[in-house]
């Protein structure tokens, strides 16, 4: 079966801390790719990042980065330096093949 | 270049009503997406195009739902009869190459059936 699991419903951080958010996922798929988006509270969904599961090298973007350990099924978040900004809805997901199976998000506020 | 646009963006019906949503991907993107999220739960994928063909509807929940993308260009969903549980915000992706790049949501249709 493949899942996505997002344990964290809810943050609520100070601007300026990090924020981790987490990821797990499940499949049985030696290739697949992983995801995150992010929803503001316009409601559209904002690409964040791609990863191939042969890739396991971290990213860094800015204030973002990602860290994806195959060995724990595990694709998590962090936000260096919050901003008010940030603060929305994220969401991990994963795809063998082309539809996404997302996690249930994780809404993020970050307080001034 | 225009985004993915959804038409309507809000849409209220009665249950037993049929509605139908539009999609226009991104021009020149051959892979387009339907997702759903119902009040609470995660989105969820009904289908996907390549071009005209279905290449997975596996998410489709049953046959009141119909989609269809004459041309390879827009789609449209058709939900007939809707009924209450259908209730929710129907997004749609589209996506250039495969289906593991990366898709471009539209701003949703939110559908509420009464």
């Known amino acids: 079966a493949q899942k996505v699991t997002q344990a964290q419903t809810e943050i609520s951080v100070v601007e300026k801390e990090d924020v981790t958010l987490d990821c797990v996922y499940e499949?049985?798929?030696?290739?697949?790719?992983l995801f995150w988006y992010k929803q503001p509270p316009s409601g559209e969904l904002v690409f964040l990042i791609r990863r191939n599961s042969f890739d396991e090298q971290n990213e860094i973007s800015g204030r973002y980065s990602w860290n994806f350990q195959k060995s724990t099924s595990s694709f998590n978040f962090t936000i260096t330096a919050s901003q008010v900004v940030d603060s929305a809805v994220y969401f991990c997901?994963?795809?063998?093949?082309?539809?996404?199976?997302f996690g249930t998000g994780t809404r993020l506020q970050v307080f001034p | 270049e225009a985004g993915v646009t959804q038409f309507p963006s809000h849409s209220v019906i009665e249950k037993g009503q049929t509605v139908t949503l539009r999609c226009d991907p991104i021009?020149?993107?051959?892979?387009l997406y339907w997702y759903r999220r119902v009040m609470g739960k995660e989105i969820k994928f009904l289908l996907h195009f390549v071009k005209e063909s279905k290449q997975d509807e596996s998410g489709m929940p049953n046959n009141r739902f119909l989609a269809e993308r004459t041309g390879g260009t827009y789609s449209t969903l058709k939900v007939q009869p809707a009924e209450l549980e259908d209730s929710g915000v129907y997004f749609c992706?589209?996506?250039?190459?495969?289906?593991?790049?990366?898709?471009?949501f539209g701003p949703g249709t939110r559908l509420t059936v009464l």
């Open positions: 021009s020149g993107h051959d892979n």
């Open positions: 992706a589209s996506s250039q190459v495969s289906g593991y790049n990366e898709q471009f």
């Open positions: 997901a994963l795809t063998p093949r082309g539809g996404l199976i």
């Open positions: 499949t049985r798929d030696t290739t697949y790719y």
